[in-house]
């Protein structure tokens, strides 16, 4: 049965969270796009799977989500961790997999250099 993108992105906050570069890696399509804001987009699955794994390796994070919005084929995930800091990310859904997503960190950036 297909996943509907909020069990999608439900799903990726639930590998996201265990920081398995491979687990993460299997939600997104083959030509899927990732887009890290303020950073250069990176293409196709296994790109994206390096990505993660690199992420995980300097500094895993909890990803809580605060509200997951479902529209039409994409979902928007606000999220926040267990230091405060908040953030948004985007993801297009096709066939019960990520096509596209965009990853706000520049949220969190500023909330905790705020909060200094």
Known sequence: MPM??????EEWVRRFNMCDAVAVAELYREDAVHLPA???SIA???A?????EQDFAVA?????PEL???IGMSAVL???DPIGRRGC???AVRDSRIAFAYWDELASVRVAESST
């Open 4 to 9: 509907k993108p909020r069990e999608v992105v």
């Open 44 to 46: 196709g699955r296994s």
């Open 89 to 91: 990310g985007a993801f």
């Open 48 to 52: 994206i799977q390096k990505m993660f």
């Open 60 to 64: 895993g994070t909890t990803c809580i």
């Open 68 to 70: 997951i919005y479902e």
């Open 38 to 40: 303020k950073q250069r």
């Open 78 to 80: 606000e999220w926040r």
